[in-house]
């Protein structure tokens, strides 16, 4: 969910204005617009720690205030967005590379053709994305596809922003990945145990029980930072850390070229 918070008569204008933009996209998304939430710093931090992206139209110090005591580290917090109330400017204020706000921000530059104020490293280079996926044997391709529609919109991407779906070399028959990288038109790409092992000390948590099952800490998040890596022959990151429902795993990573 994007949240679309405003505090001014002025702000709301604005507000209204992008989310009607934000749903009628070629990729549209769903957003709500916040007029004044009460509590408000309850309610902002509620929306913040349940993981929604958050499009602010004030002060960036009202923003600042507030989500202060939640924010957590650029890994886990989702994307934040600041806009002044004439929709001039957008700044991406946290989580611009690994929650998506960088790429959130330009799309909402698009969409309201104003001015974006990038303050991260990298900002000039065009990344490379590569999302990879685990799931349990046959799972359908429509809960792979949802799954992957929501890390989309948290990673403020789209799928023409990325080159490839992959995996490890066991799911490589995996008629549902197969199928899902076929209806996306993307290669899809698997690697072995021993290739993945390399990315180990890259990924956000470790399971146990994945490595005694595959013999890899974590699949999705190793097969997207192997193939990124690949792509630039540079150091990869994650761009979203792995995120599951009850039958796969999605995770999506990013590389910049030298």
């Known amino acids: 969910m994007i949240?679309?918070?405003?505090?001014?008569?002025?702000?709301?204008?604005?507000?209204?204005?992008?989310?009607?933009?934000?749903n009628n996209a070629s990729t549209a998304v769903n957003s709500e617009?916040?007029?004044?939430?009460?509590?408000?710093?309850?309610?902002?931090?509620?929306?913040?720690?349940?993981g929604d992206t958050l499009i602010f139209i004030c002060a960036t110090g009202i923003v600042m205030r507030t989500l202060a005591p939640v924010i957590n580290d650029k890994y886990s917090d989702?994307?934040?967005?600041?806009?002044?109330?004439q929709?001039?400017?957008?700044?991406p204020l946290l989580s611009g590379h690994e929650g998506g706000a960088n790429e959130f921000a330009r799309?909402?530059?698009e969409l309201l053709q104003n001015q974006l104020v990038l303050t991260t490293a990298n900002s000039y280079l065009k990344p490379q994305y590569v999302v990879g996926m685990g799931c349990e044997r046959h799972c359908p391709e429509q809960v792979l596809q949802g799954l992957l529609d929501l890390c989309l919109i948290k990673a403020g991407l789209?799928?023409?922003?990325?080159?490839?779906i992959t995996?490890?070399?066991?799911?490589?028959?995996?008629?549902?990945?197969?199928?899902?990288?076929?209806?996306?038109?993307?290669?899809?790409?698997?690697?072995?145990?021993?290739?993945?092992?390399?990315?180990?000390?890259?990924?956000?948590?470790?399971?146990?029980?994945?490595?005694?099952?595959?013999?890899v800490y974590g699949v999705a998040e190793s097969a997207a930072l192997y193939q990124a890596q690949q792509l630039t022959n540079n150091g990869s990151e994650l761009l979203l850390n792995k995120h599951k429902n009850k039958q796969a795993t999605c995770a999506i990573a990013r590389s910049y070229s030298l």
Request: net charge neutral; hydrophobic share 40%.
């Open 3 to 22: 949240r679309i918070i405003c505090l001014t008569d002025v702000g709301l204008q604005l507000a209204r204005r992008l989310h009607h933009l934000l």
């Open 33 to 50: 617009v916040c007029f004044k939430p009460t509590p408000f710093k309850k309610g902002v931090q509620g929306y913040f720690t349940q």
């Open 78 to 85: 989702p994307a934040v967005l600041v806009l002044d109330e």
């Open 87 to 91: 929709g001039q400017f957008v700044i």
């Open 107 to 109: 799309q909402v530059t």
């Open 158 to 164: 789209t799928i023409d922003d990325i080159s490839a």
């Open 167 to 215: 995996s490890i070399d066991i799911k490589s028959d995996e008629v549902g990945l197969i199928a899902l990288a076929d209806t996306l038109q993307k290669p899809y790409l698997t690697f072995s145990a021993q290739t993945l092992s390399l990315m180990e000390d890259r990924l956000s948590t470790k399971s146990d029980y994945i490595f005694k099952t595959v013999g």
